[in-house]
């Protein structure tokens, strides 16, 4: 039995972890693959923090996030992030996180897309990488337990309140019940329904958001995805809005700009998309950076695009697409980060604290798992110390989902999967893109229930219990379908087009409408979001 339960180990995760055990909580960290293979890794660009740039405040930073969100975001909660960032920022510098400095040796700073001024810190380009290694080493030094290579089936929800999780044992194959006093889930996104058009690796596939609603929580938002404007075109791997950030250019098929680079992530995106759907080709140019400055602050964009699509960025245009980068949507949390579900909490990607909206602010994203991660963390701890250790004796969901695991091997295997699978991401990439349309969601709101009606015709062919990823995989797929459902009927349900959720079948919306971008408090806001609540 543990004080504190956290559910992944990336950035959110480990940042609530080590709040947690500041507080003298025990803290067990569980993840279905080891953390420094956490997506958290891939975040590239920079954390945003005020640090005292000349022209630069915290109060630009807290317009900026409320302008990029569209008005779906509360005040209250994007003021304590960004006035929070500074000490964020301080506390990893102090645990050794090997920011980029300056001459003077201060933390170095860049601009990314839609911020008013360079408030970006980071780590060459490997900014989520580095944060990520050094708050597992400072896990490691705090002696963190670590539940590795587990994977999530579902809490266990007694009477309201949780009392901790069921999983897949990954070495035995077994289902195992682990309690805990409070548990945060920091499992990251679902942009893994974009398969081969996403940025995300394929194990961001939405397992904590999906289980959180069997549990009974609330989600919202869902339908907003974040499209990365510039992702390699063969391959679909991100190339940093850090390399736009340093003056690189957007061209089109004759060599002209056509789009301001650094304007917000969906007004690029989909200035990209209508010049492809349009026949044309799109290209990065970072070729007059030359190449000492590429290897000393884009070196990761250098090696992905010679290694990805046999390009070097020193001497040659980088062919681009957009593609699923980040989910908005995702389990309502209160000002404490706790669900609807006594003693849940969440923080990061998975969760929706209404600072994001309708299109998130590039370096929010690291900014948001630290302060809000440590935030969580810390009040789990407290929730666990003042309710004490709960006892549920005889679990009926680990009786369940024993047996669940047991029937998927008698599955027929009538159906693959896989193919199933891959073929949903192209159905949401051309459908539940950048550009959507009444019609086509329908449509695959269609083929996504026909799936989910065939999934028992599906199975596994792998009958063996050690490390059985097609047992995991075909999991992971089911955990999918339940929250593509949740995408499609809220696209479907929102008859405007707001930031990252663009309708051609409906004019832009005039945020005016509802008050103004810094009106709404995270209840108001949530008057104007699409919610799904889970039965528990």
Not at 85 to 110: H, K, V
């Amino acid at each position: 039995m543990y004080d504190l339960l956290v559910i992944g180990g990336g950035a959110a995760g480990l940042s609530a972890a080590l709040a947690a055990r500041e507080c003298g909580a025990k803290v067990a960290v569980l993840g279905k693959c080891f953390p420094t293979r956490s997506q958290s890794s891939m975040a590239q660009g920079g954390i945003n923090a005020v640090l005292g740039e000349e022209g630069d405040s915290v109060e630009a930073h807290i317009a900026d996030t409320l302008r990029s969100a569209h008005t779906l975001a509360d005040e209250a909660r994007v003021r304590r992030l960004c006035e929070r960032a500074p000490e964020a920022i301080g506390w990893l510098d102090r645990i050794g996180t090997p920011f980029s400095r300056t001459e003077e040796g201060g933390i170095a700073q860049r601009r990314l897309g839609g911020a008013g001024g360079a408030r970006a810190c980071y780590a060459q380009d490997y900014t989520g990488l580095k944060i990520l290694h050094t708050l597992y080493d400072r896990a490691l030094k705090e002696g963190l337990e670590f539940l590795d290579e587990h994977f999530l089936l579902n809490f266990i929800v007694e009477e309201g309140r949780v009392l901790g999780i069921t999983a897949i044992e990954m070495a035995s194959g077994e289902v195992k019940a682990i309690g805990a006093g409070s548990v945060v889930v920091a499992t990251g996104g679902y942009a893994g329904l974009y398969r081969g058009f996403t940025t995300n690796s394929s194990a961001t596939t939405g397992d904590g958001v999906a289980a959180a609603i069997r549990a009974g929580c609330v989600l919202s938002d869902m339908e907003f995805v974040q499209f990365h404007p510039t992702a390699l075109r063969g391959s679909g791997v991100l190339i940093s809005e850090s390399a736009r950030g340093a003056g690189g250019r957007l061209l089109d098929s004759t060599g002209e700009r056509f789009v301001d680079e650094l304007k917000p992530r969906d007004e690029v995106a989909a200035a990209i998309w209508e010049q492809l759907e349009q026949g044309k080709e799109v290209y990065l140019d970072i070729r007059h950076l030359g190449e000492a400055f590429i290897d000393e602050h884009l070196p990761q964009e250098r090696k992905l695009a010679i290694l990805y699509e046999g390009v070097d960025p020193v001497r040659d245009l980088l062919p681009i697409k957009p593609v699923a980068h980040y989910t908005m949507g995702g389990i309502e949390v209160d000002d404490s980060h706790m669900t609807k579900i006594a003693g849940l909490f969440a923080a990061g990607e998975c969760a929706n604290a209404y600072i994001h909206g309708a299109n998130r602010l590039g370096g929010n994203s690291l900014l948001e798992t630290v302060v809000f991660g440590r935030e969580a963390g810390a009040n789990a701890a407290g929730f666990a110390r003042e309710n004490g250790a709960p006892s549920y004796g005889s679990s009926g969901q680990f009786e369940r989902d024993r047996n669940f695991v047991a029937a998927v091997g008698r599955f027929t295997n009538q159906i693959d999967f896989y193919e199933k699978r891959d073929f949903m991401g192209k159905l949401f990439y051309r459908n539940v893109g950048i550009l959507r349309n009444e019609m086509g969601l329908k449509g695959v709101l269609s083929a996504v229930r026909q799936m989910q009606k065939e999934l028992p015709f599906m199975g596994i062919v792998d009958k063996s219990r050690a490390y059985n990823t097609n047992l995991l995989e075909f999991v992971e797929f089911g955990n999918m379908l339940e929250l593509a459902e949740t995408v499609l009927v809220g696209a479907i349900g929102r008859n405007e087009s707001r930031g990252a959720h663009r309708r051609e079948d409906f004019p832009e919306e005039d945020d005016e409408k509802f008050g103004g971008v810094h009106s709404l408090s995270w209840k108001e806001a949530g008057t104007l979001c699409n919610r799904f609540e889970g039965m528990g």
